[in-house]
């Protein structure tokens, strides 16, 4: 509807434009930051991580980021390595960064006024002696997008915030994924090496045992015993490099490479700590410094801020002021003057089902948010017990089983010498130290993933869901 006031008093229309450029000029300072938001994002992975991230933007800093990677890939790669390499090249990672520059855009749009609306009505007819016109022009200004603004960059400066707190999570991601990735490959590359070996023994045994079947010197039954152990080491080798590749190919996509030979490993896990010390406080520290529910907490404030904004715009959510002029009668006529103000009434929606869904979005966040505190002390208890008890595996495996599979090999050794032994005991015995040391690298290996997931489950986990995104209420702006 519409509601048009003519007058002959220019001062007033004058009034009209100088508080509408006012406004505009209010909002001019709604600008982009020169970091794009990602300073925060920096800050966090050197606190959390110690590790340095980059988001490269231009042609010359991913030139530099990758002169930066080759430099790490030609060195034999460690741990920190595979993560600071993921971290500069993991082309998923830097496609997640310019979620900042979507939200950042969206902060400054809510933070600016919608373009002017020109209207103008040209009407003519013909009549005796000339011709009969009636113009209309207005130009005006969305008033209630300057009355709403504070709210609305209110909830975008919380989903900007938000959005940077999940980009630092994805960092941790992809590094938690990298250092997984690299400790898998190393492990299953050493399996390898171990279980040739125990091939090696294990087709030297079958051999010997053929030979010696063959002078009557061993029972087909024995023969054929030793010749199904050869079998099954042939095949566990044949898995064991399968997996090896799989690993290699893993850290290859965790790193951003397109080629699996790209880098080169260490050749052994790093050894096991001496010891690990306890976190009688794990619950409470996750709570209060894990980054998703960081996040959750300032969507929820968000969702708070915008049920105000929605209940504020639940009756009129459009009006818009400026000033008018018409002429009516021939074309060299004076124009008469005056303003035109045209707002929503509320006649057949009243808002309320907009505020009722705003109401129950907010009520459905904080729901989740209590949800995620709940799993987040569950989880991290789950991840400091596994980080515990892999521990104490390998460090049995190390301490126990290991030294005592060696000391049975070094005393058949000696029985085999005194000629108290035959060959094939002392293959056996062999075959056995191997596997012992194969189960202690996979032990290892399973430690320094478990203290991986231990730190994930600190910081955070980004399986955030996204149906709980603050709704905007409508600000009476064309993109509302």
Not at 32 to 50: C, I, M, N, P, Y
Not at 127 to 151: S, V
Not at 219 to 239: H, I, P, T, V
Not at 311 to 337: C, M
Request: proline fraction near 3%; aromatic fraction near 8%.
């Amino acid at each position: 509807m519409a509601i048009r006031a003519e007058t002959q008093d220019r001062s007033r229309s004058r009034r009209l434009v100088v508080l509408a450029w006012s406004a505009v000029a209010l909002t001019g300072c709604a600008t982009f930051s020169d970091d794009g938001g990602f300073r925060s994002v920096e800050q966090t992975t050197r606190e959390r991580l110690k590790k340095e991230v980059v988001w490269p933007r231009t042609d010359e800093e991913r030139s530099a980021l990758q002169q930066r990677v080759n430099e790490l890939l030609a060195r034999t790669l460690a741990a920190d390595d595979a993560v600071q390499i993921a971290l500069f090249n993991n082309r998923g990672l830097r496609a997640a960064f310019f979620d900042l520059g979507i939200s950042e855009a969206e902060l400054v749009q809510a933070g600016r006024l919608p373009n002017p609306h020109f209207s103008m009505l040209r009407a003519s007819k013909a009549e005796e002696g000339g011709r009969e016109y009636k113009i209309e022009q207005a130009l005006t200004f969305n008033i209630f997008a300057l009355i709403t603004m504070p709210l609305a960059v209110q909830v975008e400066q919380r989903r900007f915030e938000q959005t940077q707190r999940l980009a630092a999570i994805e960092v941790v991601r992809v590094a938690t994924e990298a250092r997984e990735a690299y400790y898998s490959a190393v492990a299953a590359e050493e399996s390898v090496r171990f279980l040739r070996k125990v091939n090696t023994a294990a087709e030297a045994g079958a051999e010997l045992a053929r030979r010696m079947a063959k002078v009557g010197n061993f029972s087909k039954l024995r023969q054929m015993r030793e010749q199904a152990f050869y079998a099954d080491a042939a095949l566990n080798l044949a898995r064991a490099e399968q997996a090896a590749v799989s690993s290699r190919e893993r850290l290859a996509r965790a790193l951003g490479v397109s080629n699996r030979d790209a880098f080169k490993l260490a050749e052994r896990l790093p050894d096991l700590p001496s010891s690990v010390g306890e976190q009688p406080g794990i619950e409470q520290a996750a709570l209060d410094q894990r980054l998703d529910l960081q996040a959750l907490r300032a969507e929820t404030e968000a969702l708070a801020r915008n049920l105000g904004l929605t209940k504020a715009t639940r009756f009129v959510n459009v009006l818009e002021l400026g000033p008018a002029r018409v002429l009516e009668g021939p074309r060299d006529s004076p124009y008469k003057r005056g303003y035109e103000i045209s707002f929503e009434l509320p006649i057949f929606d009243w808002g309320g089902a907009k505020v009722a869904k705003a109401e129950a979005i907010y009520m459905q966040a904080i729901e989740r948010t209590g949800e995620a505190a709940v799993n987040a002390r569950s989880e991290v208890r789950e991840a400091y017990r596994g980080y515990r008890t892999n521990y104490d595996i390998a460090r049995h495996y190390r301490d126990e089983i290991v030294p005592l599979t060696k000391r049975i090999s070094d005393e058949n050794l000696l029985r085999y010498n005194g000629m108290l032994i035959g060959v094939f005991d002392l293959l056996a015995d062999a075959r056995s130290q191997i596997s012992s040391v194969n189960a202690y690298i996979e032990a290892l290996r399973d430690f320094w993933i478990a203290e991986g997931d231990l730190q994930m489950a600190m910081i955070g986990k980004p399986s955030l869901n996204t149906s709980t995104r603050a709704v905007a209420a409508s600000t009476g702006r064309p993109d509302h």
